[in-house]
């Protein structure tokens, strides 16, 4: 495809908080991917521990780490929005701190992305606490459809931020960004993203190891009132997400029927 660029680079955007036991397999997972073209922007949100410590030491080898500082604890949502504006990368890729990725799995979403001139480039995912929850996709796809983009991604079901290499200028065009509804935060702005989506391709061998370990950017403590205000943020993601599905017209898949699909078709 002519005026393609695979080596386009790649801004990822990588909330820190409190995760030493994780964040050095976690860049150096990144730095040594096959595809060199990177922008590692870590967005320290306060973090308590030696968290900082050990991306300010890994920054100092690797000139490929920027490193962006909030002055006060603002949680996940907003440590991702900081990082897309500190962004200079064609694309950007939302990365838990904790969490691991295939070998190639940049080389393989840029090179699907740019011969397929998607806005979207999708992943596999391996979810390791809770394998049903995993997505494969079964081949390589490009989707235009707006009905079988929200389908085939999963993105009602499963609508995790870091599965997707997303073109900048798109992401910027339409304004999105992060609510604070923690902990489902990434639903009222994947959802959207992935309807206006000029292209989303599928790629099934780029693989995004999900982890899953509690709390590495929200506060541990357990507390009753944010306990209730999670409650009431899920509630909310839930109602934005489907009420812009029902505006454009978008039928949400049943959940019986995506079980069925997924498992035994």
Not at 243 to 255: A, I, P, Q, Y
Request: hydrophobic content about 40%.
């Amino acid at each position: 495809m002519s005026g393609t660029n695979e080596d386009a680079k790649i801004s990822i955007i990588i909330p820190i908080y409190n995760v030493e036991k994780y964040v050095k397999t976690t860049l150096d997972n990144v730095r040594f991917q096959t595809y060199k073209n990177l922008e590692i922007v870590c967005v320290l949100d306060c973090p308590t521990d030696t968290s900082a410590h050990i991306v300010e030491e890994i920054a100092k080898e690797d000139n490929r780490i920027k490193i962006v500082k909030h002055e006060q604890n603002l949680g996940l949502p907003a440590a991702r929005n900081s990082g897309v504006e500190q962004a200079t990368g064609e694309y950007i890729h939302f990365m838990d701190s904790d969490d691991l990725l295939s070998p190639d799995f940049y080389e393989t979403l840029i090179y699907a992305a740019e011969n397929a001139g998607a806005d979207v480039a999708a992943c596999s995912v391996l979810y390791e606490k809770k394998p049903r929850k995993s997505i494969w996709f079964k081949k390589h796809e490009i989707l235009t459809d707006p009905t079988k983009k929200i389908t085939k991604t999963e993105v009602a079901m499963r609508g995790w931020a870091w599965r997707y290499l997303i073109r900048k200028s798109f992401w910027i065009e339409h304004n999105f960004s992060f609510s604070e509804l923690v902990p489902m935060e990434d639903m009222p702005v994947m959802v959207p993203m992935i309807y206006f989506a000029n292209k989303v391709v599928l790629c099934p061998t780029a693989v995004y190891f999900y982890k899953n370990r509690e709390n590495s950017i929200l506060n541990a403590k357990i507390d009753p009132a944010r306990e209730k205000q999670r409650s009431a943020n899920r509630h909310k993601a839930r109602k934005l997400f489907k009420d812009f599905l029902h505006e454009h017209g978008v039928k949400r898949e049943n959940k019986l029927l995506y079980y069925i699909r997924k498992y035994f078709s």
